[in-house]
């Protein structure tokens, strides 16, 4: 594909933004890639799922989202188009219609060469026990809980983080990424041990340029 090139939905994608460091791999359900829904075509209760639509429909601008947890005013309001999402494909009967495995999984994103600092991932419909397991190139492992916000929930998890080789999206049960917002090195070696990292109030450093995956996950880079 070309760069711009839009991803369609139901494709299994994995070095689409290598040229961005990131390579994607999914396990616990159909085959070990993750796969595109677009959260404008939910499909159906049987195959699909209205809980991943945006905006949800009690919104003042009603789309084919469905679930408590996105109503307006909740904590996980879910408002806006949200595009493309990742998801682990159920292995089903059907596997031809993009549906999330109910029985959740992992989706596991590697950064080669390490992203410099990983600011936060997005996430819908978490309402199961839900864990970011960030792993860094000195070898320390993180486990971040993610809130229970419900059914057709959005929101995004703060993980500021420096030096970032992988991250396990760990799903009990079904859920998608919405988007990561990370810096990477263009070239060059990671930052020395001892060098100051950002934290949660200062942004990632000028000329490191971030991604955000509700647009790139859109294009095939």
């Not at 309402?127 to 970011?132: A, E, N, R």
């Amino acid at each position: 594909a070309n760069p711009g090139d839009p991803v369609p939905h139901g494709a299994y994608v994995e070095d689409e933004w290598e040229e961005y460091s990131l390579t994607l791999s999914a396990s616990g359900g159909f085959g070990t890639l993750p796969r595109i829904f677009d959260t404008a075509q939910i499909g159906n209760d049987l195959y699909g799922d209205p809980d991943l639509g945006s905006p949800n429909d009690k919104c003042t601008r009603p789309g084919p989202g469905v679930g408590l947890g996105g109503e307006p005013g909740a904590p996980g309001e879910n408002c806006e188009y949200l595009g493309n999402v990742l998801i682990i494909q159920e292995d089903s009967s059907n596997t031809a219609i993009p549906d999330d495995n109910m029985e959740g999984g992992t989706i596991t994103l590697n950064f080669d060469p390490a992203a410099v600092f990983v600011n936060q991932i997005g996430l819908l419909d978490v309402d199961y026990k839900t864990d970011l397991v960030v792993t860094q190139t000195d070898g320390t492992v993180t486990t971040i809980p993610v809130p229970i916000l419900g059914d057709n929930s959005k929101q995004s998890v703060p993980i500021n983080l420096p030096n970032v080789s992988k991250i396990d999206v760990v799903l009990t049960r079904s859920a998608a990424i919405i988007d990561i917002t990370y810096s990477y090195l263009v070239s060059g070696p990671l930052p020395p041990a001892g060098a100051p990292t950002p934290s949660s109030e200062t942004p990632p450093p000028n000329g490191f340029p971030t991604i955000d995956m509700s647009m790139s996950m859109s294009m095939s880079m």
